[in-house]
């Protein structure tokens, strides 16, 4: 019995236990949450848009874009930029001794920055932390030692006085008056809305020419051929086109460090002998020495045509486009010289010279057109008429190789194959029988084969594809050839073409090594 009353007193105090643990979990759990207690009977509506408000938009876009009448407000006054105050200077002791050399000199200057003067106009840019740096602050960094008098000095004043004391006064900074009729807000607006300013004119200084090296213009193809045959700028873009005798026609963006390629083209059995571009620079012609057809390719629709060659030319080797770009001129194997449009490539007129023409050079207003060849003698033609209107003797001449007109039309050059070139004025060789050279060059030794003018008629480009670094450049004012280039370090190898750009910013020589070089000329503009 004792035994049977121990177990039902264990019992009754488990189930007591039992219900307490279930009493505490009913208490910590609870009920969920009904999640939707609404019944839609008929379908949502829509939320309304905003209406449209005038009023807020207009208050918005005066605090994004600002009010207009604010400009004409806040535009600065006339009185401002003559307000004058007092200039500072900072003067040290001459006996102070520091570790940089003329340290007290540095900042006994006039400081120019602070002080306004009449007619100065204020900064166009202000750093705030400039004032807070001191120059003790520097020579912390620096690990220096200055004077005490100067440590507590604007680190700002301090370098800008050191510079204008060993540099002076850039041209940059100094502030000339306009003396053009249009104010400063005219100026800003012609300058934001794309308007080219026209450079000013500057003599170009003879004896050394200011030139740069820059990155080939077929850097990133080199595939036109082993003689790169042509090389050309465009006449109203920052494009240039490269083409050899491998029958590979290439167009870059010229910027003088990537050179882009813009687009290739091949001509399969083709070997390139000519490349011009027509039409405003809207058309590339393509010619060959092989063949009785040309290529032309319409840089806007990106196609390309075969056109065959009138009856009786064989070949394009040598060709001429005119300056108003209607007319090309061939040169012939018997002394012939055809004109054709450049429109239809059909053939209009056929001259005739008394010994085998190698070059063509039309005269800048397109009324005439100046040839040469194997004789001592030069050819004008008249193009109206297609006439022999005059012929002139070349001085010393044998046999000519090349000729070129100055686009002032104020000169004409003419290289031989015994390596001299002869520069004559062109009035005298339109009307003298036997004119007399302003200048004989006789810097080159091989035959002349080819001769460019720049578009300011200032410089004249010679070259010979018979022998290593064949070119010079001659300063036409004073009739002097520019001493450093080539130097001996440049490797032109045999240049073959030769091409200023528009603006004659940069110069472009092909080679027969399979590289246009590309060179800055820092006299002039970017292009």
């Given at each position: 019995m004792k035994m049977s009353q121990a177990t039902m007193k264990r019992s009754k105090s488990k189930a007591q236990k039992n219900q307490a643990v279930d009493k505490s979990f009913t208490k910590k759990r609870k009920p969920t949450k009904t999640l939707y207690t609404q019944k839609f009977s008929a379908p949502l509506k829509r939320k309304r848009k905003s209406e449209y408000d005038a009023k807020e938009e207009a208050r918005l876009e005066r605090i994004v874009f600002g009010d207009p009448s604010d400009i004409i407000n806040n535009l600065p006054d006339d009185e401002k930029f003559t307000e004058s105050s007092e200039s500072r200077t900072i003067n040290t002791d001459d006996n102070d001794v520091s570790a940089d050399n003329n340290v007290s000199d540095d900042l006994s200057i006039v400081n120019e920055d602070d002080a306004s003067k009449a007619g100065q106009r204020k900064a166009a840019w202000v750093d705030e932390d400039d004032a807070q740096y001191s120059v003790?602050?520097?020579?912390?960094?620096?690990?220096?030692?200055?004077?005490?008098?100067?440590?507590?000095?604007?680190?700002?004043?301090?370098?800008?006085?050191?510079?204008?004391?060993?540099?002076?006064?850039?041209k940059w900074a100094e502030l000339k008056e306009s003396t053009t009729e249009l104010d400063d807000l005219d100026n800003d607006i012609l300058k934001h809305s794309c308007h080219l300013e026209k450079p000013k004119a500057r003599n170009l200084p003879r004896n050394i020419i200011d030139i740069k090296t820059l990155s080939a213009i077929n850097k990133q193809t080199h595939t036109e051929g082993p003689v790169i045959s042509s090389v050309e700028f465009h006449p109203?873009?920052?494009?240039?086109?490269?083409?050899?005798?491998?029958g590979i026609l290439s167009l870059f963006h010229v910027d003088g460090i990537d050179n882009n390629t813009l687009h290739t083209m091949q001509y399969k059995k083709f070997p390139i002998s000519t490349a011009k571009f027509l039409k405003d620079g809207t058309e590339v012609l393509l010619g060959s020495q092989y063949y009785a057809h040309c290529h032309s390719y319409n840089l806007m629709s990106g196609k390309t045509y075969r056109i065959p060659l009138p009856h009786g030319i064989t070949n394009m080797q040598k060709c001429e486009v005119s300056p108003d770009g209607k007319l090309i001129a061939l040169c012939g194997r018997l002394g012939e010289i055809f004109l054709l449009t450049s429109s239809t490539k059909e053939l209009i007129a056929t001259m005739k010279m008394n010994a085998k023409c190698r070059a063509v050079s039309f005269t800048p207003d397109n009324k005439n057109l100046i040839t040469h060849g194997d004789s001592n003698e030069m050819y004008v033609w008249d193009i109206n008429s297609r006439a022999c209107i005059h012929r002139a003797v070349d001085d010393g001449c044998l046999s000519c190789a090349s000729i070129s007109v100055s686009p002032s039309g104020q000169f004409v050059a003419t290289g031989s194959k015994e390596g001299v070139v002869n520069l004559y004025e062109t009035k005298t060789v339109l009307q003298n029988q036997s004119p007399v050279p302003l200048k004989i060059v006789l810097n080159l030794v091989t035959p002349i084969t080819r001769l460019k003018f720049n578009s300011h008629s200032e410089i004249l480009a010679m070259a010979s594809d018979k022998k290593h670094n064949a070119f010079k450049m001659m300063h036409l004012p004073s009739f002097t050839v520019f001493s450093n280039f080539p130097t001996f370090q440049t490797n032109i190898s045999m240049p073959e073409a030769i091409d200023f750009s528009p603006a004659s910013g940069y110069l472009g020589i092909s080679n027969r090594s399979g590289t246009a070089f590309l060179y800055r000329l820092k006299h002039y503009g970017n292009y």
């Amino acid at each position: 019995m004792k035994m049977s009353q121990a177990t039902m007193k264990r019992s009754k105090s488990k189930a007591q236990k039992n219900q307490a643990v279930d009493k505490s979990f009913t208490k910590k759990r609870k009920p969920t949450k009904t999640l939707y207690t609404q019944k839609f009977s008929a379908p949502l509506k829509r939320k309304r848009k905003s209406e449209y408000d005038a009023k807020e938009e207009a208050r918005l876009e005066r605090i994004v874009f600002g009010d207009p009448s604010d400009i004409i407000n806040n535009l600065p006054d006339d009185e401002k930029f003559t307000e004058s105050s007092e200039s500072r200077t900072i003067n040290t002791d001459d006996n102070d001794v520091s570790a940089d050399n003329n340290v007290s000199d540095d900042l006994s200057i006039v400081n120019e920055d602070d002080a306004s003067k009449a007619g100065q106009r204020k900064a166009a840019w202000v750093d705030e932390d400039d004032a807070q740096y001191s120059v003790q602050d520097a020579t912390k960094v620096q690990n220096r030692k200055l004077p005490n008098e100067i440590q507590g000095k604007p680190y700002k004043d301090y370098l800008h006085n050191k510079y204008k004391q060993l540099v002076g006064t850039p041209k940059w900074a100094e502030l000339k008056e306009s003396t053009t009729e249009l104010d400063d807000l005219d100026n800003d607006i012609l300058k934001h809305s794309c308007h080219l300013e026209k450079p000013k004119a500057r003599n170009l200084p003879r004896n050394i020419i200011d030139i740069k090296t820059l990155s080939a213009i077929n850097k990133q193809t080199h595939t036109e051929g082993p003689v790169i045959s042509s090389v050309e700028f465009h006449p109203s873009s920052t494009v240039a086109l490269v083409a050899g005798t491998s029958g590979i026609l290439s167009l870059f963006h010229v910027d003088g460090i990537d050179n882009n390629t813009l687009h290739t083209m091949q001509y399969k059995k083709f070997p390139i002998s000519t490349a011009k571009f027509l039409k405003d620079g809207t058309e590339v012609l393509l010619g060959s020495q092989y063949y009785a057809h040309c290529h032309s390719y319409n840089l806007m629709s990106g196609k390309t045509y075969r056109i065959p060659l009138p009856h009786g030319i064989t070949n394009m080797q040598k060709c001429e486009v005119s300056p108003d770009g209607k007319l090309i001129a061939l040169c012939g194997r018997l002394g012939e010289i055809f004109l054709l449009t450049s429109s239809t490539k059909e053939l209009i007129a056929t001259m005739k010279m008394n010994a085998k023409c190698r070059a063509v050079s039309f005269t800048p207003d397109n009324k005439n057109l100046i040839t040469h060849g194997d004789s001592n003698e030069m050819y004008v033609w008249d193009i109206n008429s297609r006439a022999c209107i005059h012929r002139a003797v070349d001085d010393g001449c044998l046999s000519c190789a090349s000729i070129s007109v100055s686009p002032s039309g104020q000169f004409v050059a003419t290289g031989s194959k015994e390596g001299v070139v002869n520069l004559y004025e062109t009035k005298t060789v339109l009307q003298n029988q036997s004119p007399v050279p302003l200048k004989i060059v006789l810097n080159l030794v091989t035959p002349i084969t080819r001769l460019k003018f720049n578009s300011h008629s200032e410089i004249l480009a010679m070259a010979s594809d018979k022998k290593h670094n064949a070119f010079k450049m001659m300063h036409l004012p004073s009739f002097t050839v520019f001493s450093n280039f080539p130097t001996f370090q440049t490797n032109i190898s045999m240049p073959e073409a030769i091409d200023f750009s528009p603006a004659s910013g940069y110069l472009g020589i092909s080679n027969r090594s399979g590289t246009a070089f590309l060179y800055r000329l820092k006299h002039y503009g970017n292009y």
